[in-house]
């Protein structure tokens, strides 16, 4: 997990508190004179201020979210006030725990999770239907190298385009910049998703573009 907190945070009982971010969460705790219980975990710094009432929101990002939430329900101290929801490009679920802290649970979703094929960065028209194919296509990328790819074949397949006296990116220009972008031992990948897409990759594989 990961923490994005404001540093104060008003709790009925601090050293509760404190105990609890100690046990569930891995922070570490100390009573400083003059200050009173302090939290940090290498990031953050929370000094639970007593008050005489609980007003203390936590936000817990997850890399996964039913993992993490599934292990913080199974303390007795700790009860779901909301299922896991999504809410646009995140899901977020809200936890209380008896001590008073409410905790909100996130995660920002990827492309993927969220069933988006994103926009070319393009500067040429494409053709409706390449520029379709192009962006599922883009999906054999992993993640990390994604953007990258999505800006290369882009930048690569408007060159081919503008090269052959066409102003418009049409099929032939973007499978030939996939090819031409793609490292030889990955070629079968990139041809088995042409195919998955009814085209025939043969071509472009024989027949590279000159740079």
């Known amino acids: 997990m990961q923490f994005a907190i404001a540093t104060y945070l008003n709790i009925?009982?601090?050293?509760t508190a404190a105990s609890f971010l100690e046990d569930a969460l891995d922070f570490k705790i100390a009573y400083k004179a003059g200050y009173g219980w302090w939290a940090e975990n290498g990031a953050v710094t929370i000094i639970l201020q007593e008050s005489t009432t609980d007003n203390a929101t936590i936000e817990v990002q997850c890399t996964h979210i039913e993992k993490d939430s599934a292990c913080l329900l199974q303390r007795p101290d700790v009860q779901a006030l909301t299922d896991i929801q999504q809410n646009q490009n995140r899901v977020e679920q809200q936890l209380i725990c008896d001590c008073g802290i409410l905790l909100r649970l996130s995660k920002v979703l990827n492309e993927d999770e969220m069933?988006?094929?994103?926009?070319?960065?393009?500067?040429?028209p494409w053709d409706n239907k390449t520029d379709e194919i192009t962006r599922r296509i883009l999906r054999i990328a992993p993640l990390s190298f994604r953007e990258k790819?999505?800006?290369?074949v882009t930048q690569r397949a408007e060159y081919i385009a503008v090269e052959s006296g066409s102003l418009m990116v049409q099929e032939a220009h973007a499978m030939q910049a996939f090819v031409d972008i793609t490292l030889d031992f990955q070629h079968q990948t990139l041809f088995d998703a042409m195919q998955q897409e009814s085209i025939d990759a043969s071509t472009y594989m024989q027949n590279p573009a000159s740079c």
């Open 149 to 152: 790819a999505r800006e290369r």
């Open 12 to 15: 009925r009982n601090p050293e």
């Open 115 to 124: 069933g988006e094929l994103l926009p070319l960065p393009s500067s040429l």
